[in-house]
């Protein structure tokens, strides 16, 4: 069984940065997809960035060129880095995976228990 746990959230002003990880336990191999996924009480959940195992990445148009996404394999760690951040990226972030490459799309099936990230004006 795949879990993950998020690590690194917590409050900040806008236009600062934080860095989420997730370290990942179990088994998982060349065909998953890890990503970043967030929600707003009362919103849907929107995926954020997500990242092939071979390191092909992409992220959403709302936080393209303020947000990335790495991870370290070797680690079994996923990173979300976070720059230039706005009140609206309030949210919840969940770290997830699937066992099927993010090109395929669908839904993630593995999740994280989540990292609270508030961004204050």
């Known amino acids: 069984e795949v879990q993950l746990a998020e690590s690194g959230g917590g409050s900040v002003q806008a236009g600062g940065s934080l860095r989420l990880s997730c370290l990942v336990s179990?088994?998982?191999?060349?065909?998953?997809?890890m990503g970043w996924v967030r929600q707003v009480v009362g919103k849907e959940r929107e995926v954020v960035a997500q990242?092939?195992?071979?390191?092909?990445?992409s992220v959403a148009d709302s936080v393209k060129g303020r947000f990335s996404i790495s991870q370290d394999n070797a680690k079994k760690s996923l990173f979300l880095q976070m720059d230039s951040l706005k009140p609206e990226d309030t949210a919840m972030y969940y770290c997830?995976?699937?066992?099927?490459?993010?090109?395929?799309?669908?839904?993630?099936?593995?999740w994280g228990q989540g990292a609270q990230v508030t961004v204050s004006s």
């Open positions: 997830a995976a699937r066992a099927v490459p993010c090109a395929y799309g669908g839904t993630f099936k593995y």
């Open positions: 179990g088994y998982t191999d060349s065909s998953f997809c």
């Open positions: 990242i092939e195992s071979d390191g092909r990445s």
